[in-house]
């Protein structure tokens, strides 16, 4: 019997806990699974490896990736290379947190609990909404989430969302309305924003939701006060996806009058790790209250009348209502809000509006910086993200390679989303970039077009 | 009595600051020069001003007041609550996977690539399937991506099939998948085995049938023996069969639920592979299919050129396209594959005939204090009846609150649904046989308070930093945030 050092079975023991079973063997066990369907021999599978051979390994394969530390990165789209505070590290690899289940048993979870309920309130404080959940898988799939609640709500089938929204989150939104069968209907854009004719043409009677990111996936930020009158004189519900750092600076959706906010909390805090795990929220007015999907905290009291904490509106889950919940979530991205937690507490009431500035300043500069023939192709105010046209002819990927050879990862080519913005790409700044950076990297970038 | 813990927020005072940036090395920008003031904040979001200790010494002491495996046993069923191993937290921080950038050049990827098509080829291999999308962020999203390729599928062959079948003991979620991916949902009835009960299966099939989804082992812990009869009944009614991998662990390297008839199959890697639970999340929920439903998997996966790199495939047309943003909870992937690998083939399925050891045994020897729901062999897992304390009026859950002064994170109760009073115990390979007998004594001494001091359990927990909580009040008054309202 090989021994391994996670299984702390020995022949002594197996020989005596079979013997108290009244099985002779392991095989017994195993008898009520048919001969024909056991399977016989040695799974192909990549074999194993000692814990020093696996360490080897493991660098080996990341070594073989160009990270953020070795190459600066002005690559954006929705995970950004903010700098995490080193006291969140710390604090999540406290296995208390880590290695706990969803807080089911309140009475020894109320760590967790308190956390959760910590994070929603900052989540409300941001937004300035009234409700929010304890996190969704992220920014994407909370934004179809969102779709699915306002279609429930007003009984309505309709959505339109406007073509401005992150093209993976309008990707996942399709597939979400084909189940759901729900009619996804997109509006235009006009100069790096939704064009807001198309935009009220596009809303009816029948519109559930309207679907605006802001700052938007060019990175430049949604007249949301102008949108605002035309979802609601519809009665549809105004869905605002927003990145969470920009409220240190731009107005909150709960005063831009919105009716459910999402996003992706992956800027406060939370590794950039090839897109995930990340952290989505999800945030509601007092009246969707008990449509909100996932889990969420209340506070409550003890029999000694003390503070505590629960999971609660409980009746709205599938493991309460089954076909009925209103959303199939169950495992969501706990440790990841943890991280949006401890990093909103870090930064405080001054950090956040800094950390904002921070970015607004390094965007603006990098955005001042090209000489030649590149040039910003919208005109509408940005945050920390903006478009740039390359010269005609530019092929971007092209371009991207040829960043990575001279140590820079580059932006997103905006042409593998938006086919009429072929030879565009999205730059984004954020405080981790310094001006040597910042001048090297347009350098660069200029040289090899 | 324990004190309250105050929150973050009541921390706060102002002046205080607990973060570090650098000075601006480049002009600072007026907001009022690019940002018109109708879309600037008009008030500051009321974080806390705490300084670093505060925010370490508030963590800590919210750390002290959770449980997790490393405090000690938890053999919460059906959520495989196995040693998370600690290698896996340290390679998933490389920063060669933790810092980099979904879009990145795939050239300037390699290595991630090359690690996430290994993992799908090994999770095929595992299951029986043909191919596999690491995209799903958990079991449910999993569920959800597995039932519309189902939906894809017949609608390729031009059929509209409306219900999904699942047993009464199913788990939440596959109802609610199923609602999501517009399928109505006809629960039928387990048997006196606890088992499908394959009359009723057939008098529930039609033409209407998209699929059945199953656990197997079903999360009783019991075997569904009968599943090459239950797949060809589904099969010939021209539905197809969906795996719910939550119940892997009794099964790697035993049987696999391609070589059962399974069409669809999604695991927990968070359950199976050991990554951990993180208080609530992040997991992953791959999904693998036969090779009649490759052509519906999400966009993209990972493929390999001829010349031996890596890159993400999205030439596929009859994708049900993408159900997650980038390509899946990736930190969790680099831990799964750290966890296979340590393993390898045969140490996999030496995991699961000692998660089913320590399950029958822990059965056996509970078996004479409470009532086991389906005597026989069980698998990973078992199910008991906390029925026979009724009588002094004790209830399962006063059970597990008693469990909790004595150090053990309870058993998942209530669930499944079909059994009264019920206890499902998942102990999972990872824990000694004295771990178990310990744990064992208690239950047994607990029942026997049950019975002799009813009041003792009732009461319980004695020794938490909070009682027993009101959890009614907490959902008709709901205080969800302490920042407004
Ligand atoms: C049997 C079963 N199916 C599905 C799930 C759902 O998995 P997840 O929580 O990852 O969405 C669970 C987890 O609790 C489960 O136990």
């Known amino acids: ?449 | 009595m324990i004190p309250e813990k105050k929150l973050i927020f009541e921390l706060s005072k102002p002046g205080r600051v607990a973060y570090s940036l650098p000075e601006s090395d480049v002009p600072e920008v007026d907001l009022k020069d690019v940002i018109p003031e109708s879309m600037m904040r008009s008030k500051p979001a009321e974080l806390p001003e705490v300084y670093e200790v505060d925010v370490i010494r508030h963590y800590t002491e919210l750390s002290r007041r959770n449980f997790g495996i490393d405090n000690g046993f938890y053999p919460l069923g059906s959520c495989t609550m196995k040693y998370n191993p600690k290698i896996n937290e340290d390679t998933a921080r490389f920063p060669g996977f933790a810092k980099i950038h979904p879009h990145q050049p795939e050239e300037s990827i390699q290595g991630a690539l090359e690690l996430l098509y290994t993992l799908q080829n090994d999770l095929a291999a595992l299951t029986g399937m043909d191919q596999v999308t690491l995209q799903p962020a958990a079991g449910a999203h999993g569920e959800w991506t597995g039932l519309m390729m189902i939906r894809a599928y017949h609608e390729s062959r031009g059929e509209k099939r409306s219900k999904v079948i699942v047993p009464d003991s199913s788990h939440g979620t596959n109802p609610a998948s199923a609602t999501t991916a517009g399928y109505e949902t006809i629960t039928i009835k387990s048997d006196e085995r606890g088992l499908v009960d394959l009359d009723g299966l057939r008098e529930a099939v039609g033409d209407d049938t998209a699929a059945l989804m199953l656990t197997n082992p079903n999360t009783l812990g019991l075997f569904e023996q009968e599943i090459e009869e239950i797949a060809a009944i589904v099969h010939e009614a021209g539905g197809l069969l969906y795996y719910d991998g939550a119940n892997s662990n009794a099964i790697m390297g035993i049987t696999r639920p391609g070589d059962m008839g399974f069409d669809v199959v999604h695991l927990n890697l968070h359950k199976t592979m050991s990554t951990p639970h993180g208080g609530g999340g992040p997991g992953a929920g791959p999904v693998g299919v036969k090779s009649k439903l490759i052509p519906f998997l999400p966009k993209p996966i990972v493929s390999k050129y001829e010349d031996g790199t890596y890159y993400w495939d999205y030439d596929r047309p009859q994708s049900i396209g993408r159900v997650k943003a980038y390509y899946g909870n990736f930190g969790i992937l680099v831990r799964a594959y750290t966890y296979m690998r340590t393993y390898g083939p045969d140490g996999l399925r030496r995991v699961s005939e000692v998660a089913v050891i320590n399950a029958n045994y822990m059965m056996h020897r509970l078996a004479p204090y409470f009532e086991v729901a389906y005597p026989g062999v069980c698998k990973h897992e078992f199910v008991l009846s906390g029925r026979k304390l009724k009588q002094y009026g004790v209830r399962t859950l006063d059970v597990a609150k008693r469990l909790l002064d004595f150090g053990y994170h309870p058993p998942t109760i209530y669930f499944p649904l079909n059994v009264e009073e019920c206890i499902m115990i998942e102990p999972t390979e990872t824990e000694s046989k004295e771990t178990l007998d310990d744990f064992i004594d208690t239950m047994i001494q607990i029942a026997k308070e049950a019975e002799e001091n009813p009041e003792l359990v009732i009461n319980a927990p004695y020794d938490t930093v909070v009682k027993r909580l009101d959890e009614t009040t907490a959902a008709r008054k709901p205080v969800l945030n302490c920042t407004c309202g």
């Open chain 1, 1 to 449: 019997m090989k021994k391994h050092r996670y299984i702390p079975m020995t022949e002594q023991d197996q020989s005596d806990m079979l013997a108290t079973i009244g099985a002779e063997s392991v095989k017994d066990l195993f008898s009520d699974i048919p001969e024909s369907i056991q399977y016989k021999g040695t799974l192909p599978m990549s074999e194993a490896l000692s814990e020093a051979e696996l360490l080897k390994h493991m660098s080996e394969l990341a070594e073989r990736n160009a990270n953020f530390e070795q190459y600066p990165s002005f690559l954006g789209a929705g995970i950004y290379d903010h700098h995490i505070p080193v006291v969140i590290n710390h604090m999540i690899s406290r296995s208390e947190f880590y290695t706990a289940y969803t807080p089911y048993q309140p009475e020894i979870s109320q760590g967790e609990l308190q956390a959760i309920f910590e994070f929603q309130s900052y989540i409300c404080e941001l937004t300035d909404m009234k409700v929010a959940n304890a996190s969704m898988y992220d920014g994407a799939t909370a934004l179809a989430e969102a779709a699915a609640l306002a279609s429930g709500a007003t009984r309505r089938k309709r959505i339109v969302v406007s073509k401005t929204v992150h093209p993976e989150a309008r990707e996942i939104l399709h597939t979400t309305a084909h189940g759901l069968n729900l009619e996804v209907v997109e509006v235009g854009i006009s100069n790096g924003v939704t064009n807001l004719d198309e935009l009220q043409t596009a809303i009816n009677d029948e519109t559930a939701a309207v679907l605006i990111q802001s700052p938007n996936f060019f990175g430049c930020i949604e007249d949301v006060r102008s949108i605002e009158p035309l979802v609601h004189e519809k009665k549809a519900l105004l869905t605002l996806s927003v990145n969470p750092l920009s409220l240190g600076l731009l107005e909150s959706p709960g005063k831009l009058g919105a009716d459910i906010v999402v996003g992706d909390a992956q800027p406060l805090g939370i590794p950039a790790a090839l897109g995930g795990p990340t952290c989505g929220f999800f945030a509601v007015t007092e009246k969707l209250m008990r449509r909100i999907p996932g889990r969420i905290v209340g506070q409550t009291t003890d029999t000694d009348g003390k503070r505590g904490f629960v999971l609660t509106l409980q009746a709205r889950e599938q493991h309460i209502r089954r076909e009925k919940a209103t959303s199939n979530i169950c495992s969501n991205q706990a440790l990841l809000a943890l991280c949006a937690s401890i990093y909103m507490s870090t930064m405080g009431k001054s950090g956040i509006q800094e950390v904002a500035q921070l970015n607004l300043n390094k965007s603006h500069y990098a955005a001042q910086q090209f000489s030649k023939d590149s040039k910003l192709a919208f005109d509408a105010p940005f945050f920390n993200e903006f478009v740039v046209k390359l010269p005609e002819g530019s092929n971007v990927e092209e371009v991207n390679s040829k960043l990575i050879e001279k140590g820079y990862i580059g932006g997103f080519n905006l042409g593998k989303s938006y086919p009429e913005l072929e030879g565009h790409m999205l730059l984004a700044v954020t405080e981790r970039r310094t001006k040597d950076e910042i001048d090297g990297f347009i350098r660069e970038l200029e040289d090899c077009i």
